[in-house]
């Protein structure tokens, strides 16, 4: 069974930098396209970023280069770097399968404030 582990969040005044991981249980990581997505209070969950298993990338719009995702097949571990964070990044982030989606990890909070 495919499990996610967030971590990585915490408090960042605005214009600063975070990186997120993602721990991935299974045997079968290095197939799966790995998504990050947020939630903020109140909204919904929405798709932030993505890498394919050949390392293929897309962000949406909204963090578009200020975020870069990146994994490494070895550790099972995909990540997400967040720079020029504003307080509209605040969110719980989580990760997951797109394609497929599985049962959520409990995500990590990312809290942009001054």
């Known amino acids: 069974q495919v499990q996610f582990v967030e971590s990585g969040g915490g408090l960042v005044q605005p214009g600063g930098s975070l990186r997120l991981s993602c721990a991935v249980s299974?045997?079968?990581?290095?197939?799966?396209?790995i998504g990050w997505y947020r939630q903020a209070p109140g909204k919904q969950r929405d798709l932030v970023a993505t890498?394919?298993?050949?390392?293929?990338?897309n962000y949406a719009d909204s963090v578009k280069g200020r975020f870069t995702i990146s994994r490494d097949n070895a550790k099972n571990t995909v990540y997400l770097q967040m720079s020029s964070l504003k307080p509209e990044d605040t969110a719980v982030y989580y990760c997951?399968?797109?394609?497929?989606?599985?049962?959520w990890g409990q995500g990590t909070q990312v809290t942009v404030s001054s």
């Open positions: 997951n399968t797109p394609t497929i989606l599985r049962p």
């Open positions: 299974g045997n079968f990581f290095r197939a799966y396209t």
């Open positions: 890498i394919t298993s050949i390392g293929r990338t």
